[in-house]
Every structure is written in structure tokens, then in C-alpha cells.
């Protein structure tokens, strides 16, 4: 199963999510992130992400939780996420030729716009909690099954 991260970088009572200009995920809301290249470090791979996708080096990121992601018509897109909180950065967050970022109040998150699964964890997140799930998609708009554990912060 491939590696991948994604991070939230969250300020006061706002999360940045950026839309997907291409690629996996291309027209939905998301935090940054992508795959783990080989021999580097998750955080690394964190950090490298943030800055290729929205120009800004993170600090001090948070390890919040762990997703595992099974595609059952795309096996291709099977993958293991691991999920960072971001709360201090250098830089201000910029459009790049992959991702378009944009700042939302946490209760005027567009979920309707994101994957399906962020609505089962990232409310979880946002109060501060760390998450472990399992989503079993059929295609990349339904779910078939979640399991999502919510862990002592």
C-alpha cells in the first residue's frame, strides 16, 4: 500500500484547504499533501508537499492520524495516509499550477466538495482529537464502509 501524507494548516477558527487543479483528487477540496518518495521520511514528505503545493515551510507539525484508503474498482489508488496538523509556517500560503488555497470558517467547511470520507474525521480533528479510520470506496464519490476511531488527544 503506497504512502502519502496530508496536512491542515489551521489558524484561530479557520482551516486552509486548497482545490485540486490536477491530478489525484483534480475539482475537490482538500488539505496538501501527496506521496512519500522513496527513503524519505513522512514528515519530510509533509513538509516537501506544503511547500511544492502552496509555497509555505511548515514548523512543528503534528502527527493527528492515520488512514488507510481502499479504491475497490481503482487498486491503483489503494494508499496509507497519514494525517498532520499544522499550526505555525513560514510564508503565506499561494496558488501553484497544482492547488488553489483558500481559507474557510470551521463551520463553513465544503464538505459537499471534498472527499466523502473528510466529513466522517475532520470535525474530530478540528476539536482537537486524533483519528485512525478505514473507508472502502467504490468509486471516488461513495463510500461502501467507514470505521472511524477517534483517539484520546
Not at 100 to 127: G, N, Q, R, T
Amino acid at each position: 500500500m503506497k504512502q502519502s501524507t496530508l496536512c491542515l494548516l489551521i489558524k484561530d477558527n479557520q482551516i486552509l484547504l486548497a482545490m485540486k487543479k490536477r491530478g489525484f483528487g483534480v475539482g475537490k477540496w482538500n488539505g496538501v499533501g501527496g506521496k512519500v518518495e522513496f527513503g524519505e521520511k513522512i514528515t519530510d514528505a509533509a513538509v516537501r508537499e506544503a511547500k511544492e503545493e502552496i509555497g509555505v515551510d511548515l514548523k512543528n507539525i503534528e502527527k493527528v492520524g492515520v488512514f488507510k484508503f481502499k479504491f475497490t474498482d481503482k487498486p491503483e489508488w489503494n494508499q496509507m495516509v497519514t494525517l498532520f496538523v499544522a499550526k505555525e509556517w513560514d510564508g503565506e500560503p499561494a496558488e501553484s499550477d497544482e492547488m488553489a488555497p483558500k481559507w474557510f470558517l470551521h463551520d463553513e467547511i465544503p464538505y459537499k466538495k471534498m472527499w466523502p470520507d473528510d466529513a466522517h474525521w475532520m470535525p474530530h480533528v478540528l476539536k482537537g482529537s486524533k483519528v485512525e479510520a478505514n473507508f472502502i470506496f467504490e468509486d471516488e464519490y461513495k463510500i461502501l464502509e467507514h470505521d472511524v476511531k477517534v483517539l484520546d488527544s
